[in-house]
């Protein structure tokens, strides 16, 4: 068998066994294949930066590994996975002896894991310094590559991989790339007193010899620019930053990895010689940045246990907010002399722990690829998986984002595929797990017809996305008046995905100036509508005649006009008249207006059903001009921190949903617009950013995270 076929057999006997419960004969042959597969992944995910599995599951196995070796000792072996802090180094690298272990930490999943250690931790100390409430210091567990940095009378001579935690790979060179990492430590003079003063001599740059560990890293922004440009290369994207990271470190290349953009933060000391080293953790920390490195700023010192609980459950709520990945959280007990009292077991502190968060990867097999059809027409590839939990939730399907995102990750169907899920953001499937291939995967492509309609599909040079060509396309109605109906268009009450669905099946709306024509006979004949229901259908689509423009315009479903483009298009255009005639050099003399927008909104009204659904939604009384209340442009807001700006959204925004985010601009004065222009402002780039962004850059539009956003709205 496959390693990816034992791992999915060790993983089902998990299933169906109690760890509590099993005898010592069955434990013994569990182990064994448990500690195989172990070996295999760590090899694929240390040595070769290829996991076969996502994290979590890793996790499962190796606990389980734990959980059979403490109630069996005699099972535990020396060589076993349980005893190891990482893969074997590289061949390909000179072999570097740390002077001290580099070593893994435990692992706690849950608050109550969180306190027992803690309290093990304080019965540890108990006897040299009696009833102690140790003070900890809570570090966010920086998903990268570690790393340990030898100093020389204050030059950098050595850059090594943690390896197997007593040997790694000389990187040196491929280090002295990574800018964040001093080559020559600070000077007297860059320090504070404070900093200085904590080896009790300002004068004193550095020990003569000193190891500062920490951790390489692959920004978020730079780690999708990477995949991007690997994608149009014909290159094969990586799986996600830390890989990325450890495969920019092992380039035979150094100028490669200095292409890759690596960061680095530094979190701790090896051996240090020529001085006392620090007295606590913070300490520690503190002095590093006055040497010059890089320490994250949201480490926090906590003086208890529940402040850190606290502080795990407000990164696991915020980890989205940063431009890197984190899993977890690293808690160190503070003092030194705590920590070398309480010393290690195997091979891990008893004086550290990491905090693991909820899964947000897994790894499922690719059962199909289906096709959805938008109000718009566009076609998007949605994949079918075989059902699996992740942070709780089951999932069984994903996006796959367009063709392209498919083939240049070499997605197949029966692929094993990491399926990565954010807070709330629809699953997405990452790429393909090509070590557990058996050959019977099958390749995918775009059909040439819609799969609702059967009509031709296409795509414009250029985009990403195909298009339904038809009209009458089905799939596209039932989309297009669900949309219209929604609260943010015409809020028609009573009308979602499944009377929208009813009604373009029956053949009662075909456009969308049918919904004005219902009839209570026609409705009663549908199934599950009565007298009632009817009724009040009827209601809110009468209602719905005297909406604004800008919510009728929206509702339309014109390529690039949302909420926002649509009022600022009414702000200039008094009824949908004028704007059909408008040619797009007058639309895009609208400030915020883009070529994009303008084309889009020329097309839709060029298109002759369109024109007859407008000019009939008209003569059935649907209001088609500004309403008094309705801003115009002399009246816009020409107040707040953002007057006069124009913002460009693009990508999931770690905290804000893309209407707050909308909202709360156009609440400081600005504006937000579907395209970018030399007139825009701002874009503000969130994960998985498109075309927007590189257009940014093309332009040199200035680009914003959600933390810069935050930060004008809050100038």
């Not at 606290?310 to 989205?320: A, V």
């Not at 060509?469 to 929604?486: F, G, K, M, N, W």
Request: charged fraction near 25%; include cysteine; charge should be negative.
């Amino acid at each position: 068998m496959s390693l990816a076929a034992d791992t999915e057999a060790a993983l089902r006997c998990l299933d169906e066994t109690n760890l509590e419960e099993i005898g010592e004969a069955a434990a013994g042959p569990l182990a064994a294949r448990l500690a195989d597969v172990l070996r295999g992944l760590g090899h694929h995910y240390y040595a070769l930066d290829d996991p076969l599995v996502a994290d979590a599951e890793y996790d499962r196995l190796f606990r389980a590994l734990q959980a059979l070796e403490a109630r069996f000792p005699g099972l535990a072996r020396p060589d076993a996975p349980t005893r190891r802090v990482g893969g074997e180094p590289l061949d390909a690298f000179r072999k570097v002896r740390h002077p001290e272990p580099l070593l893994s930490l435990g692992n706690a999943f849950d608050a109550d894991e969180l306190r027992a250690w803690y309290e093990r931790a304080r019965r540890g100390l108990a006897e040299a310094f009696g009833d102690a409430e140790p003070a900890l210091v809570a570090e966010p567990k920086i998903d990268g590559l570690a790393l340990a940095l030898t100093y020389a009378d204050g030059r950098l001579v050595l850059g090594a991989t943690r390896g197997n935690g007593r040997v790694g790979e000389d990187v040196t060179a491929h280090v002295r790339t990574v800018r964040d990492v001093p080559l020559r430590l600070a000077l007297p003079s860059q320090q504070t007193a404070e900093q200085a003063s904590l080896f009790g001599a300002e004068d004193a740059v550095a020990p003569a010899r000193l190891e500062v560990r920490g951790e390489a890293y692959l920004p978020k922004s730079t780690f999708e620019r990477l995949n991007e440009a690997l994608a149009a290369g014909g290159g094969k994207p990586f799986a996600n930053p830390r890989n990325a990271a450890a495969g920019s470190l092992r380039q035979l290349d150094p100028q490669v990895t200095a292409a890759r953009g690596l960061r680095f933060f530094a979190y701790g000391l090896g051996p240090v010689e020529g001085t006392e080293e620090p007295a606590s953790q913070h300490e520690t920390l503190d002095w590093l940045r006055g040497l010059g490195f890089p320490v994250n700023e949201h480490i926090r010192r906590c003086e208890g246990i529940e402040d850190v609980i606290r502080y795990c459950n407000e990164w696991n709520e915020r980890r989205d907010a940063l431009d890197y990945e984190i899993d977890g959280v690293v808690v160190k007990i503070d003092r030194r002399d705590f920590q070398q009292a309480l010393g290690a077991v195997a091979n891990a502190p008893r004086w550290a722990i990491a905090f693991k968060f909820p899964a947000r990867e897994a790894t499922t097999r690719l059962t199909d690829i289906a096709l959805n059809v938008g109000r718009t027409g566009a076609i998007k590839p949605l994949a079918l998986l075989a059902p699996v939990g992740i942070g709780g939730v089951t999932v069984s399907k994903a996006t796959l984002h367009n063709a392209d995102y498919i083939r240049d990750r070499d997605i197949r169907i029966g692929d094993r595929v990491v399926v990565k899920r954010a807070g709330d953001v629809i699953p997405q499937v990452v790429g393909p797990v090509e070590a557990a291939r058996t050959g019977e995967e099958t390749a995918w492509q775009m059909p040439a017809t819609c799969p609702a309609c059967g009509e031709p599909i296409a795509r414009s040079e250029g985009e990403a996305e195909f298009y339904c060509i038809s009209a009458a396309c089905p799939a596209q109605t039932i989309r297009l008046v669900e949309h219209y109906a929604s609260r943010g268009a015409m809020d028609i009450v009573g009308l979602g995905e499944k009377v929208a669905v009813q009604l373009v099946e029956a053949g009662l709306v075909h456009r969308l100036d049918d919904l004005y024509r219902l009839t209570p006979e026609a409705l009663l004949a549908l199934d599950g509508f009565k007298e009632k229901k009817v009724e009040n259908l009827l209601a809110g689509i009468a209602a719905s005649k005297a909406r604004p423009l800008r919510a009728l315009l929206f509702g339309l479903g014109i390529r690039f006009v949302g909420a926002t483009v649509a009022a600022l298009l009414v702000e200039h255009y008094a009824t949908l008249g004028a704007l059909a005639a408008a040619p797009p050099e007058d639309l895009e003399a609208v400030h915020g207006i883009g070529p994009e927008t303008a084309r889009g909104v020329v097309e839709w009204f060029g298109h002759a059903p369109n024109r007859a659904t407008v000019e009939a939604l008209g003569a059935l009384g649907v209001n088609t001009a500004r309403l008094p209340e309705e801003p115009v442009a002399a009246e816009a807001a020409r107040e707040g921190p953002l007057a006069g700006r124009t913002f460009v959204l693009t990508g999931t925004l770690p905290s804000l949903a893309r209407a707050e985010a909308t909202a709360r601009i156009a609440a400081a004065g600005g504006r937000v617009t579907g395209s970018v222009s030399t007139k825009t402002a701002y874009v503000v780039a969130g994960t998985s950013a498109g075309s927007k962004l590189s257009t940014a850059e093309r332009l040199g539009v200035p680009v914003l995270d959600e933390a810069g956003l935050l930060a004008l709205l809050g100038s």
